[in-house]
């Protein structure tokens, strides 16, 4: 039953504690027993020093205006922001679809029922698509465009700073899956005008998240990582990788590094190094294997493919892309090969396709093209009998939706594992993980709490339906999702509803599968531990 | 009366036109934007019917990129005509809103086989009289009328739906609410039009007659002078509104959705990022501002960490 929780537009400018609330009984009902449990209180601190006027939950840290003059200030910060945001000099890259969203949406909804936190909320009508949209729309027609008879036009509403604070954190309500424009008849684009909002407030407010910002692209620009890891570090702990997996696979493998001339230069997301070191030393064997040409980077920011200017800034996206592109050609490789990581893939192959001045044109492409025509050369022996156990493919919407790449990673599962079955939908139609565009690396406060009960809440009953013949603990299933976001997102949701325990589940990425049905390597490459 | 009738018109043809271009050209004038495609791109041929791009082979860029027409007008025509998107995610609005764009569209093929006959007759045929062209008078006279109820049907049904469905009353404005009167409206009155005074539309031709030869006739009734004028405000209006997507939808199609156009071998792509990339960033916030970098390619070529380590040495 649909328990819309009604908000109105304008109810977003109140003087009120809190705008809406999701409790337990709101939450969309899955084919399983769930402890979940209400709410935990925000910390004081939090509470004392950042607004925390939305829900239960506090994404983005907005200072607490003290005076009205602090209130004041958010608003015209804010409202100079959206300025120029709709200016072509400053938002060249998004102002044509900003634009175009704004004047063209018929307000017709279509897009509700495919946003997968909509339907987690028990349709709380916060986490409508158009929501935040209308508000900010509203926002720029009455202040910013300045359109006669606005109100009667578009709608009013009161710019205060509860408005700006409530929108800023709004922002951080979207996966910015983009399944939503996907649906739009139209064209409109309602989880770009999240990560504009973001833009706003990092690019003219200085306002962040502290994952994606200081501890994520400045340190990445910094130490060449938003591991923090540097490129000795980075070197030792691969070095490292390359013995351990060497002693324990009984299969002799180096990974080679600032190759000069190599034909691919392959970047990971450093997360993995750190997380999922089997990834990185599938990789390495697998390569090693069909001998290829390839080396990884140990030059600022090169040896890291995470952008997370992607999820909140323009800037950053833009710095960093360009390191990575200099240090392609810095190495003379014929292109760069992104790893397992699907904003990374959707930033450096598509969006800065036309950012990339013509001297760091490089030619990029995601992994799974060249791992699927490993895997059908021949050139690599395999038991598909090792990977004889229930696997199903997790799709990225970075890799999926926004680049079509959907056949090579089936083409590998379809013929290394006997058991794959498909999640409903998939391919591009896939829902997200629940922690696209950052919120897979945020642990602050309740943000886990939230990422588990609502933003990954359609992928865990997805995922449970895809095993719905072999429920339980007794049979080891196996859920591929080939991106880093997306697997610190399961495992953070598989660990929370002690799903090793109950259902044998974990998780992992495709070259993990690719390795564990290598004939030359020893049996148990992927292993049910705990995450 | 009637001068100002034929003045109203030209005008709201004017109006028309010139909001169409000045948005169009808006759009145009825009700079070059990142891509932002969404797939399924219907442009991609086969790999089209699992949503799958060139993105799928390895060394894409060496191949030859070849893009398919029939793909995009099979996902195009579906749209246009009948609504697939709404169709296949928003049923219950469907089931107003197609009757509603769709008694449009025919409305608008009627405008224009009548004004075809128009023409036919000001080269001297007589249209109404003439027994060749009796299938095109008959089917002009069965288009009208379809096309003005299923018009009203459909408008009155999203009527109801803003009105009686939370979520979307929740999203509507005066605006709304007036776009759907006005069709109401224009088209009810285009049926008693039809019904009391022109069941032939042979009003309707000679108007269209007049206009083309810029002759002024006086034209005798008030209820068809009214509809023209209903009708010439509801054209003047449409581009000036959101309902402008009936051919924004285009670029918005594929200029974003469908635009996955590489940047390979496309110098002027390339000199468009050049254009860009010397444009001024004047956003505040201290990653950016304070460096003394004023270009996004002085920006995005800064590096304000490596910066502030710098300084600490």
Partial sequence: MKKNKMLKITDVSKDSEKLTSVSIDDLMSIPADLDDIDWAELPEETREKYICILDDVNILPIPKPLTTKDEEELVNKFIEGMRKLFTKENNWTFLTMLETTMEHCAKCNTCSDSCHLFEASGENEMYRPNYRTEVFRRIYKKYVQKEPLARWRSGDIDLNWQTVARLGEMAYRCNICRRCAQTCPIGADNALVAREIRKIFSQEMGITTPELHDKGSMMQLKTGSSTQMNKIVVKDNVEFIDEDFSEETGYEFETPWDVEGADILLIHNAGEIMAWPENIAAFSMIFQAAGISWTLSSELAAYDSINYGVFYDDVQFARTAILQAQAAKNLGVKKIVLGECGHAHKALTVIADRVLPEPLKVPRESCFPILRDIVMSGKIKFDPERNNFPVTLHDPCNITRLMGIIKPQRDIVHKLCPQFREMHPHGPYNYCCGGGSGYAIMSRNNIPEWRFKIAGRKKLEQVLNAFSDCRGPDTKKYVCAPCSNCKGQLRDIFDRYNLLEAEQLTYGGIVELIVNAMVDVNPGYIKWEEY | ?313
């Fill in chain 2, 1 to 313: 009366m009637s001068t100002f009738i034929y003045i109203v018109t030209y005008l709201a043809i004017v109006v028309f036109v010139a909001a169409v271009l000045r948005r169009i050209i808006h759009y145009l004038k825009n700079p070059i934007h990142v891509r932002w495609e969404l797939y399924p791109v219907p442009h991609e041929g086969k790999k089209a019917s699992y949503g799958g791009s060139y993105l799928e082979d390895s060394g894409w860029w060496e191949q030859e990129r070849k893009t398919s027409l029939v793909g995009t007008l099979k996902a195009m025509i579906p749209e246009m005509l009948f609504l697939k998107a709404v169709w296949e995610n928003n049923r219950p609005l469907w089931v107003v809103t197609f009757p509603f764009h769709f008694g449009l569209y025919i409305t608008v093929g009627f405008i224009g086989l009548l004004g075809l006959t128009a023409i036919i007759q000001l080269s001297g045929i007589d249209v109404a009289g003439s027994h060749r062209l009796k299938p095109v008078v008959a089917l002009i006279s069965f288009l009208g009328p379809l096309g003005f109820i299923l018009t009203i049907m459909g408008a009155i049904g999203l009527l109801y739906k803003r009105l009686t469905d939370p979520g979307l009353r929740n999203y509507a404005n005066f605006e709304h609410y007036f776009n759907l009167c006005l069709f109401i409206t224009t088209m009810g009155v285009a049926v008693l039009t039809w019904l009391f005074v022109d069941p032939t539309f042979n009003l309707a031709r000679q108007f269209l007659v007049n206009l083309i030869s810029l002759k002024m006739t006086a034209i005798g009734s008030f209820l068809f002078q009214l509809q023209v004028l209903l009708a010439m405000f509801t054209i003047a209006y449409i581009p000036l509104t959101h309902m402008s997507h009936f051919f924004m939808k285009w670029f918005l199609y594929h200029d974003i959705r469908w635009g996955d156009e590489p940047n390979i071998n496309t110098p002027e792509t390339d000199k468009k990022i050049g254009i860009v990339l010397n444009y001024p960033v004047t956003w505040s916030a201290s990653h950016i501002s304070g460096h003394g970098k004023e270009t996004w390619a002085e920006v995005a070529t800064f590096n304000p960490a490596a910066e502030s380590e710098k300084g600490k040495e």
